[in-house]
């Protein structure tokens, strides 16, 4: 089953503006998040991602559009990103693992290497999160499926 997305890029614009104002130290990898959004988009057309691993790219898609975060941007302001951007990049080494690093790559828009962004980012916000990751999982139900 090859899902549509219609909307990916309209979203990805919306979260461009939205980010367009963050400054500070986790801002190279922030900028990143409406590409990285759109790579999960992407990859609900693929027709090789098993339905354990649509649901972890719904789920992580869902949570970045929520207005329901852990760390909501009225209070928190740009560092709430750090969640979806978590979320995110979690979803996308599990997604790496499954179908492997190039079919991956090969959706990707972004100007930097894949691997390179997913290894040094996802280390640098799951630092910054610490034990506050399981509850991000959690809370949007990664930790219930496979």
Aim: proline share 3%; glycine share 6%; hydrophobic share 45%.
């Amino acid at each position: 089953m090859v899902v549509k997305i219609r909307r990916a890029g309209n979203i990805c614009r919306l979260f461009e503006e939205d980010l367009s104002q963050y400054r500070g130290e986790y801002e190279d990898c922030v900028d990143y998040l409406p590409e990285i959004l759109f790579l999960l988009a992407e990859l609900l057309r693929s027709e090789s991602l098993e339905e354990v691993d649509r649901l972890k790219v719904a789920a992580a898609l869902g949570y970045s559009v929520s207005p329901l975060d852990m760390f909501p941007e009225e209070i928190y302001g740009p560092y709430s990103f750090l969640g979806d951007l978590f979320v995110s990049l979690t979803v996308l080494r599990d997604v790496v693992d499954a179908i492997g690093l190039n079919t991956v790559e090969n959706l990707w828009r972004g100007e930097v290497r894949l691997f390179d962004l997913l290894e040094d980012c996802y280390n640098r916000v799951s630092k910054e999160l610490g034990a506050k990751k399981k509850l991000f999982l959690k809370h949007v139900g990664l930790d219930l499926i496979g």
